[in-house]
């Protein structure tokens, strides 16, 4: 695959632990569930989650 898919895909889960850790989620847990499911995990922080 490309590199730059990789690099994508990481950035992407950057910005989801940091969304999370703005709803006081674990960002470390949703860093790797990033990197497991990538857009999907954006969708759930996004559409789902609250804010404690």
């Known amino acids: 695959m490309n590199e730059q898919f990789y690099v994508g895909w990481g950035t992407l889960a ?3 632990a940091g ?3 703005g ?3 674990s960002g470390l847990n ?3 569930l990033s990197l497991l ?3 999907i995990a954006t969708f759930i922080l ?3 989650m609250e804010k404690k």
């Open 23 to 25: 709803k006081n989620r």
């Open 30 to 32: 949703w860093f790797l």
């Open 46 to 48: 996004v559409a789902f």
């Open 19 to 21: 969304i999370a850790q």
């Open 14 to 16: 950057l910005i989801n």
């Open 37 to 39: 499911l990538g857009p």
